[in-house]
């Protein structure tokens, strides 16, 4: 079975663009989810998506935004970017209540 | 915001000692489980414990559970230098959310 694949894998993104990244998740996976991890706040929630809905969402300004497809893949999109954006992007996938398998990650770096 | 907690934030070991990271934790959980972080990469899932398991094991790791302190601690036994990495606790709680602690920096001594 195929893992969790993110693309990009790197990103290099001037102040004030847009980034979309994406995910897809293990075949037969729903749900997914979005984290932001940084040296300084961890791994932070981004949001949840089960089935083309955002079931639950993080403290995370409106710039954060994403969808999940019918065939269950995800994109995350964050606009007007800032130098805080700075971050490894991790997407997860999981069937309800169990493990979550994740990606290796979309390292964005905002210059 | 983190409302796991993992303690110590960093733990330095020779190989071949044992090595327990602490997990404490907020609100009632379905389920808490450990994650392996190696440097930048994805995580890996290592175990789950249901709130109604006290003990488990997995190869060289065990977890314990004590829902009354609301705490867990993963001891790796017999550790290698491939373990050096960072080890998260999550929980899972109702609402699709995995709540995740800060981390706990494991570095394995040759």
């Known amino acids: 079975k195929a893992g969790v694949t993110q693309t990009p894998r790197y990103l290099i993104k001037t102040r004030g663009q847009q980034v979309t990244l994406s995910c897809s998740p293990i075949s037969g996976h729903r749900s997914v989810s979005w984290y932001q991890q940084t040296p300084g706040q961890g791994l932070q929630f981004l949001f949840e998506y089960f089935s083309e809905t955002q079931r639950n969402k993080g403290n995370f300004p409106g710039r954060f935004s994403g969808r999940q497809f019918s065939n269950s893949r995800s994109e995350m999109n964050v606009s007007t970017l800032e130098l805080g954006d700075s971050a490894l992007y991790l997407c997860?996938?999981?069937?309800?209540?169990?493990?979550?398998?994740f990606g290796q990650g979309t390292r964005l770096t905002v210059v | 915001s983190q409302q796991g907690e993992e303690d110590p934030q960093a733990l330095s070991i020779q190989e071949g000692e044992n090595a327990t990271m602490n997990c404490s934790y907020k609100t009632s959980i379905n389920n808490l489980q450990w994650y392996r972080q190696n440097s930048g990469r994805g995580l890996v899932h290592l175990i789950l414990i249901r709130s109604n398991e006290r003990e488990k094991h997995s190869g060289r790791l065990r977890v314990t559970l004590d829902t009354s302190k609301k705490s867990s601690s993963l001891l790796i036994t017999a550790s290698r230098a491939a373990d050096t990495a960072s080890y998260f606790c999550a929980t899972d709680k109702s609402n699709y959310q995995l709540i995740w602690g800060a981390g706990t920096k494991l570095i394995i001594k040759p």
């Open positions: 997860a996938s999981s069937s309800q209540n169990t493990e979550a398998f």
